[in-house]
């Protein structure tokens, strides 16, 4: 099993920027592809960025690219995803997600950490 948890989340002003990170147990970090995907209140969940497992290459939903970065640190067994610029539309619970495969928009990751809150007030 692979464990993940998610921190960084909280309250902000639009516009303003959060750094979520989520840290990685249980498996070789370095063979799993990460994502973050989230889901807000009354929506089903969306992909939202996703990492390669060398951190090569990286991939966005249209919304967040520009204001979005997602890194990976593989000697910490860390994904980071740095949000700017902030809208209110981007309120959302913030899920990490790992798996062997490439993490695409469809994707459902094997693994999953618990979550947390992002709240953009306007």
């Known amino acids: 099993q692979m464990q993940l948890v998610e921190s960084g989340g909280g309250l902000v002003q639009a516009g303003g920027s959060l750094r979520l990170s989520c840290a990685a147990s249980?498996?070789?970090?370095?063979?799993?592809?990460m994502a973050w995907f989230r889901q807000a209140p009354g929506k089903e969940r969306e992909f939202v960025s996703a990492i390669s497992t060398s951190g090569t290459s990286t991939y966005y939903r249209h919304s967040v690219k520009g204001r979005f970065t997602i890194s990976r640190d593989n000697a910490k067994n860390t994904v980071y995803l740095q949000m700017n610029s902030l809208k209110p539309e981007d309120t959302a619970v913030y899920y990490c997600?790992?798996?062997?495969?490439?993490?695409?928009?469809?994707?459902?990751?094997?693994?999953w950490g618990q979550g947390t809150q992002v709240t953009v007030s306007s």
């Open positions: 249980g498996r070789t970090f370095s063979r799993y592809a």
């Open positions: 997600a790992g798996d062997t495969n490439t993490v695409e928009a469809s994707s459902t990751p094997d693994y």
